[in-house]
């Protein structure tokens, strides 16, 4: 079989609801790799956040951040950082309406406010192991890759216009992933499959939520979960099953990976 390039979402994806990975999950990834494929993952999360996983399947390339940061057998090959001008006007005028922000690198993440209701609520969703710590100043000498900005849909239009320098993605009802302009999981994605280079035939995509749905109508070979969002379904090439089903076990048999 013709060496394939396979993408994988996290959250919703190879974990189900309760944040763990289905013991069919690993089986597949693991006959994936054994077969010779490339498996990698693509997630709006920054490398830190999923180092458990990655090394539970012995993944070493990946998309992170939504296209920012990616990594290929453990070595980065292309990263976008933010507009830093851009960001200091948006973090203070977000600090003035009491929106905070979460600041994020490579290495790790900080919240500009020692406690909110809105980052406690979100942020809980994603059930990880450590808790950001408090640092205002943390994107004064650093590259950031994402930063996360908590307000809901009527708040977020009091930025959205004037801030062309940045993509705002919703990931949860109180917060947008903040991206560079243009960024996104597919033009991630297109830097890898160029290093790689690899046909586009031979490139896989599985997701479920809205920051995958440019991946998955791009990629010819897309899998969306049966839990995932109608938008993801509706440019899909197939719908799974819900991921508490063993939807992405499936979902890689029906495109006849295994």
């Not at 494929?37 to 180092?51: K, S």
């Not at 290495?107 to 950001?132: G, R, Y």
């Not at 009527?154 to 960024?183: A, C, M, N, T």
Request: charged share 30%.
């Amino acid at each position: 079989m013709t060496r394939k390039l396979i993408f994988f979402d996290i959250d919703g994806t190879l974990l189900n609801d309760d944040k763990e990975l289905p013991i069919k999950t690993v089986e597949a990834i693991e006959a994936l790799k054994a077969k010779g494929h490339i498996v990698a993952i693509a997630t709006g999360r920054g490398p830190f956040m999923y180092q458990d996983i990655r090394e539970k399947l012995d993944i070493d390339t990946y998309v992170s951040y939504n296209g920012s940061y990616v990594v290929y057998e453990g070595t980065p090959i292309y990263t976008s950082p933010l507009d830093k001008r851009a960001l200091l006007q948006l973090e203070t005028e977000g600090h003035e309406r009491q929106h905070p922000m979460m600041f994020m690198d490579h290495k790790d993440m900080k919240q500009n406010v020692e406690d909110h209701a809105s980052i406690n609520e979100s942020m809980a969703t994603l059930k990880l192991t450590f808790t950001p710590d408090y640092d205002p100043s943390y994107h004064a000498d650093r590259d950031l890759y994402q930063a996360l900005f908590f307000v809901d849909d009527e708040e977020l239009k009091l930025y959205d216009q004037r801030f062309p320098e940045f993509e705002f993605v919703r990931w949860h009802p109180l917060s947008v992933d903040i991206l560079p302009k243009g960024g996104s999981k597919w033009r991630g994605i297109k830097q890898l499959i160029e290093h790689v280079a690899i046909d586009p035939s031979d490139v896989y995509a599985f997701g479920d939520g809205l920051n995958d749905v440019e991946m998955l109508e791009h990629i010819h070979n897309s899998v969306a979960m049966g839990n995932g969002c109608p938008e993801a379904k509706q440019v899909a090439d197939f719908v799974t099953t819900d991921v508490n089903e063993d939807g992405l076990y499936l979902g890689i048999k029906e495109m006849g990976l295994l």
